[in-house]
T-cell receptor, first 115, second 112 residues
């Protein structure tokens, strides 16, 4: 069975600090997809990134970067120079190839960025 | 392109009633999935529709059902509402299976 663990329930940082959100996953499939979503207070889930299991390249998008390591089953997300607007709940999710549209979500990490 | 839209945004029902929620996917997206979000259980997959066919179903009782129309719009129905059905119901659409799913703003259902 697939499972996603986000051990950090809540993180508080001061603006301009870097912060890393951890995500560990479990799956028996060799083909799977990993995702990160942001949920601001408005409630809408915002898609950030999708990564398939064959692509272990790290990705950078502006202040966001993702580190995918199959050896440790982790897909961590780093925000560089955090801003108050980054305050939100961040979810890591996994889907397997056979049920590719069924996302299994972690419990989320609430990030609070203060001035 | 317009995003995923969901109606209504807020709904209050009483126990025993039934409710229908609507979702319009992004234009061109044929896959629509539904999720329930509660503080206790988190985000849980309900079902997925593609080309008017249910392709995946989560672990929810038969009171939860859905359908998809030929224009890819989808509805979900919950019959005989229980207090525990109070939740944010999120709809997501994607271009094809395994691609990024784009979520709507959700329908917040309160059952009293």
């Amino acid at each position: 069975a697939q499972k996603v663990t986000q051990a950090q329930t809540e993180i508080s940082v001061v603006e301009k600090e870097d912060v890393t959100l951890d995500c560990v996953y479990e799956t028996r499939d060799t083909t799977y997809y990993l995702f990160w979503y942001k949920q601001p207070p408005s409630g809408e889930l915002v898609f950030l990134i999708r990564r398939n299991s064959f692509d272990e390249q790290n990705e950078i998008s502006g202040r966001y970067s993702w580190n995918f390591q199959k050896s440790t089953s982790s897909f961590n997300f780093t925000i560089t120079a955090s801003q108050v607007v980054d305050s939100a709940v961040y979810f890591c999710a996994l889907s397997e190839s056979g049920t590719a549209s069924k996302l299994t979500f972690g419990t989320g990490t609430r990030l609070q960025v203060t001035l | 392109k317009a995003g995923v839209t969901q109606t209504p945004r807020y709904l209050i029902k009483t126990r025993g009633q039934q409710v229908t929620l609507s979702c319009s996917p992004i234009s061109g997206h044929r896959s629509v999935s539904w999720y329930q979000q509660t503080p206790g259980q988190g985000l849980q997959f309900l079902f997925e529709y593609f080309s008017e066919t249910q392709r995946n179903k989560g672990n929810f009782p038969g009171r939860f059902s859905g359908r998809q129309f030929s224009n890819s719009r989808s509805e979900m129905n919950v019959s005989t509402l229980e207090l525990g059905d109070s939740a944010l119901y999120l709809c997501a659409s994607s271009l094809h299976r395994g691609s990024g799913q784009y979520f709507g703003p959700g329908t917040r259902l309160t059952v009293t």
